[in-house]
Nanobody, 126 residues
């Protein structure tokens, strides 16, 4: 069964860091653009960052620019989201999503992605 799995979430203090991982079983991610999204309680799911299938192009939401870094290691079939200088408003469930050979310019929209993981909780609190 093909699936996407996120990991690496947890509880961290403001100013701290976490690295999320997105991996796949049953298929390889190397042909897919990958997006990271998040959804806080009572809010819509929003795009955080995305990366092209080669890793050559990336895109970030304004709210995370300069703090988050997306990367991928296709040999390990994994995409990462390094999150630094975390703030309480970063608290959300973070989702990884895949889009076959997708373009990563422009808004990071939920509707552009076809395959989704179950999410991992990130809580930023003192």
């Amino acid at each position: 069964q093909s699936q996407i799995v996120e990991s690496g979430g947890g509880l961290v203090q403001p100013g701290g860091s976490l690295r999320l991982s997105c991996s796949a079983s049953g298929f390889t991610l190397e042909s897919y653009a990958i997006g990271w999204f998040r959804q806080a309680p009572g809010k819509e799911r929003e795009g955080v960052s995305c990366i092209s299938h080669t890793g050559g192009n990336t895109n970030y939401a304004d709210s995370v620019k300069g703090r988050f870094t997306i990367s991928r290691d296709n040999a390990k079939n994994t995409v990462y989201l390094q999150m630094n200088s975390l703030k309480p408003e970063d608290t959300a469930v973070y989702y990884c999503a895949a889009r076959l050979f997708g373009v990563v310019t422009g808004p990071i929209l939920v509707s552009k992605y076809d395959y989704w993981g179950q999410g991992t909780q990130v809580t930023v609190s003192s």
